[in-house]
């Protein structure tokens, strides 16, 4: 009896031993695996268990902290939160991150190794810090004059400063409050659905993350690829375009929405908004001149981040010559997102140089110490600056005399292009009311503001949505506000 | 306290050159360093938490202290030559039960379970020391075996008269108590085993059939066969109608184990596991129960790929992951994410993730320690019945330690049963109390250098046809 006691105890032993193998397993060997399982809480869970880093414009902070005594501590809070909605983005426990809440997260959860003073070593402990803050290049009085200008219309306005590409004001419209979702509860995921079954779309960031057909103010782009293409030399040289212009190669004629286009000078033509004459140059200029010049003011590029990614505002380049004339007048399938289009305009203000948009000035620790800086951005020339200073003039004449006067600015040079676009199935939809301008106040030794707004407003009457009527006073009250807080004043 | 009748098992066995020292200081100072552990670790959970002392560890420590204590008086009293590591490492068991159950009640304030905990755990300690003081010669027990297994059948069949209670009737309610009857059953029916055992264990060693004319390969009789063929039945019969798999598991692996100390023959081990391999394929097909866990067991995250997020092995898995080596200190862990059943069957997860490797490796180890005992007991005993009871009771603690511990790390499908000591559940505490004081009353009579004279022997029922230990093949 004792052999087979001392067989029962070894297998007891070979129990124990398999449990302390296996414990082994499971904690050490496939730990990190399990640490990484997405279902697994405790990264959440430690994630949540500091406050999270703010956002910051104009030096204030638009965003942050709650303790709520709860599994998952701090939840996220916004001050004025359907106003920077669009540039933060929201910080939800359930649903995740979004905009600059989602692209700097790093910062804010106080994950990014730069955060640690020894940056290697954070990367090899993946510990974790207290959250940073991001500054962004809003400027307050230019955001809240755009929201106000909106007034809760469908819509939305970019601002930049053309000289840098610093982002100044980023609205859309209806837009929602963000903190709705930041916590975990049934009332976060009622909110999540009204918001998401909400025929406005309240959550699309309709300044960068839609695209809109540019209508007349896709001109500004054409006019540029004519004057630097050479098919147009003067300014005031009529251009010997027909009213109504057959679209080539269709017997489909396109007409004007006001009289005295026929056979008028480029200078007339942009200021009275003919199409014809428009689509015209497009055909001229061709395809290729065409799309290389609306590349160059950022058109077709799917990679632009602000830092998070911008929608890819589109000029098509596989179109017959009737299509290119309709592209041209920025409609078929030329489509361009607000910021894209305050991009175009910050082009002629910053003769001819795009400078790529950013909304991140700099990261920084709690403590104070910078993280990262934008440093200097990459720069495209657009158009040549001779180019450049002619358009200046053209958008100024419209603002002066033109379809923008209500852009007009005392003590200030404000150039300007209103668009009207036709879209939906056969133009049937609520045209879109576009404004791009700049403005440089009389004492700036350069343009300080690009912008461009659109409003789709599809409760207004048809007749009565216009780029100079809805959308140029919007434009105006942004463009004061960035003229009026100077940088020294803000600090 | 060498009583005359030394001599005559000297003359029988090689007797140990000098009589054992008892050793009852160190278990002393053991109960103190284990009773400091507890304290340390209460402390540590309230110092992790609130930042301060929790107000009770005084309250605490000087009760867990008092209960050791008088244990350990019942102990020098009455089982002087006792193994002085036994009742330490019971205590130490049931402080570190307590310290975790109190971490997770901090997660549920609407739940309290460690107070109950306390009570139970006090019963425990109560019918320790009674049991130590009244059963002066385990062999009593012999003369009960038919009692004990009409009682532990009695008992594992009751809660079938009861609803049913998370998927399994295991369970029946008293005046707001939860009793889980089949508990207890563990340790009659390991009485009933030993002595069931002790007694035909020739006849089942020698007698059968042979097969094909092969010497080594008999089929028992069934005369033999019958008892062993019940055991089997009541095996599935518990799995079935109270849907338990672990207790069921247990009951046959322990019956296996004593089977093959009692006979040596392996023969009876492959029947067994035949029987066992049957049963659990038949189960597994048409239980959807069991066949649930063992699928959980082969793919743990099925179900946070399916989109249905983390199943209780899996959350089980990640706070054991989560520790790491040295875990995340006490009261600092997320194992209460496990959610249902935190406290009692998965309470080793918490274990594993405020204590790590080094925490879960030194509580595996402790329970390494009380089966050594317990086999060691076994081997220095001279009567078949103490020897098997000592080996059964060592294999209980054994067994359900495997099962439940290698069910929530991964190793073997996840079966509910109580971690010894360590879970919440009132039935559970008293009955691993009750399986120390047998231990602890085998091992002083084992260590006294008593034994049992072959006189004595002999007026056991049934002991003509018992074999000198280590006889038997």
């Known amino acids: 009896m004792t052999r087979h006691i001392r067989h029962a105890a070894f297998f007891c032993a070979l129990l124990l031993a398999a449990l302390l193998v296996n414990a082994a397993r499971v904690q050490v060997v496939e730990a990190p695996a399990y640490g990484d399982n997405i279902a697994n809480r405790r990264t959440t869970i430690a994630r949540y268990g500091q406050p999270r880093g703010d956002i910051l414009v104009d030096g204030t902070p638009v965003t942050g902290s709650k303790d709520t005594s709860e599994h998952l501590r701090y939840e996220r809070t916004y001050a004025n939160g359907p106003m920077y909605a669009p540039v933060t983005g929201y910080a939800s426990q359930v649903y995740g991150t979004t905009l600059l809440e989602h692209t700097e997260d790093g910062v804010l959860a106080g994950t990014d190794p730069l955060l640690s003073p020894f940056p290697l070593w954070g990367a090899a402990t993946r510990s974790r810090y207290p959250g940073g803050d991001v500054v962004t290049t809003l400027r307050r009085a230019a955001q809240e004059a755009a929201y106000e200008g909106l007034a809760g219309r469908k819509g939305a306005v970019a601002a930049i400063e053309p000289s840098t590409g610093r982002v100044l004001a980023l609205v859309s419209a209806p837009s929602y409050d963000p903190s709705v979702l930041s916590g975990n509860g049934s009332a976060v995921a009622r909110s999540w659905s009204t918001l998401n079954r909400d025929p406005d779309k309240p959550m699309l960031n309709r300044a960068v993350r839609k695209t809109y057909p540019p209508g007349s103010t896709f001109k500004v782009v054409t006019a540029a690829a004519a004057l630097d293409a050479g098919v147009v030399e003067d300014l005031d040289v009529r251009t010997r375009t027909p009213d109504p212009y057959t679209l080539p190669g269709t ?64 000029f098509d380049t596989r ?28 082009a002629v203000a910053n003769g001819g140089q795009v400078r790529s948009p950013y909304l991140v000035e700099r990261t920084v620790r709690a403590g104070g110490g910078t993280v990262a800086a934008a440093g200097s951005r990459p720069m495209r020339q657009a158009m040549r600056p001779s180019t450049a200073a002619q358009l200046r003039d053209l958008m100024v004449d419209v603002v002066r005399e033109g379809t923008g006067t209500n852009a007009w600015i005392p003590g200030a040079t404000v150039g300007g292009k209103t668009g009207t676009a036709q879209h939906g199935l056969g133009n049937s939809g609520t045209p879109y009311a576009w404004f791009v301008s700049w403005a440089q106040g009389d004492h700036d030794v350069e343009p300080k503001v690009a912008v461009a707004v659109v409003v789709e407003d599809a409760d207004a009457d048809r007749g009565e949505i216009s780029g100079g009527g809805d959308a140029a006073p919007i434009a105006r009250a942004v463009m004061e506000a960035v003229l009026k807080s100077s940088p020294e004043q803000r600090r | 306290m060498i009583k005359a009748g030394t001599s005559l098992v000297a003359a029988d066995t090689p007797a140990p050159a000098a009589p054992l020292p008892r050793r009852r200081g160190i278990e002393l100072s053991l109960i103190v360093v284990a009773v400091l552990l507890s304290v340390y670790g209460y402390c540590a959970v309230g110092l992790a938490r609130q930042g301060t002392v929790p107000p009770g560890a005084a309250g605490y420590g000087a009760g867990l202290g008092v209960l050791a204590l008088v244990a350990h008086l019942a102990v020098r009293l009455r089982a002087p030559s006792a193994d002085p590591l036994l009742l330490p490492i019971g205590v130490l068991l049931n402080g570190l039960g307590l310290v975790l159950i109190y971490r997770l009640d901090l997660e549920t304030p609407g739940d309290r379970a460690a107070p109950t905990q306390l009570v139970w755990s006090t019963l425990g300690v109560a019918l320790f020391i009674v049991v130590v003081l009244l059963l002066r010669d385990h062999r009593v027990l012999q003369r009960y075996a038919y009692v004990c297994v009409v009682a532990a059948l009695a008992l594992l069949t009751l809660p079938i ?148 997020g983390p199943n209780q092995l899996s959350q089980s898995l990640f706070a054991f992951a989560a520790g790491g080596t040295f875990g995340t200190g006490l009261g600092l862990g997320h194992s209460i994410l496990i959610g249902f059943a935190a406290k009692s069957d998965f309470i080793l997860a918490t274990a594993g993730e405020e204590l790590g490797l080094a925490g879960l490796s030194a509580v595996f180890l402790l329970y390494g320690l009380l089966v050594e005992r317990g086999y060691r007991t ?33 190793l073997i499908p996840l079966t509910g049963m109580a971690m010894p000591f360590l879970a919440q559940g009132g039935s559970s505490v008293v009955t691993n109390w009750a399986i120390v004081a047998l231990l602890i009353r085998l091992s002083d009579r084992a260590r006294s250098r008593l034994g049992v004279p072959r006189g004595e022997e002999s007026a056991a029922p049934e002991a003509g046809r018992h074999e000198p230990a280590g006889a038997v093949r």
């Open chain 1, 251 to 314: 017997r489909t004629k396109l007409t004007n929405a006001s009289d005295g286009c026929k056979d008028v000078p480029l200078r007339k033509a942009f200021e009275w908004s003919c199409n014809t004459v428009f689509a015209k140059l497009g055909v001229e200029v061709g395809v290729k001149r065409m799309a290389a010049t609306a590349g160059a003011f950022g058109f077709n590029d799917p990679d632009l981040k602000i830092p998070y990614s911008v929608a890819r505002s589109t």
């Open chain 1, 319 to 346: 179109v017959d010559r009737a299509q290119l004339a309709l592209s041209s007048i920025g409609q078929y399938n030329t489509r361009a997102t607000p910021l894209q289009m305050a991009m175009v305009a910050a």
């Open chain 2, 161 to 308: 008269l009861f609803p049913s209670v998370n998927g399994a009737r295991i369970w029946i309610r008293i005046a707001g108590f939860s009793i889980q009857p089949g508990e207890f059953a563990k340790v009659l029916l390991a009485v009933f085993f030993a002595a069931y055992l002790a007694a035909n264990r020739s006849a089942l060693a020698y007698t059968g059939r042979r097969v094909l004319g092969v010497e080594r390969l008999q089929l028992p009789t069934g005369r033999v066969l019958g008892p062993i063929v019940a055991i089997w039945l009541i095996s599935v019969g518990v799995l079935v109608l109270e849907r338990d798999l672990g207790t069921s598991l247990l009951f046959f692996g322990l019956f296996v184990v004593l089977l093959y100390v009692a006979t040596g023959r392996t023969g009876w081990i492959a029947v067994g596991l035949l029987l066992a391999a049957v049963g659990a394929v038949a189960v597994g097909m048409l239980e959807p129960h069991v066949h649930g866990r063992v699928e959980d067991w082969r793919h743990p995250f099925a179900s946070i790929e399916a989109g249905e």
């Open chain 2, 378 to 410: 076994g081997l220095a005993l001279r009567d078949p019945f103490g020897r098997l009871l000592a080996v059964g009771l060592a294999s209980i603690v054994a067994l359900q330690v495997f099962v439940i511990a290698g069910g929530v790390t991964g």
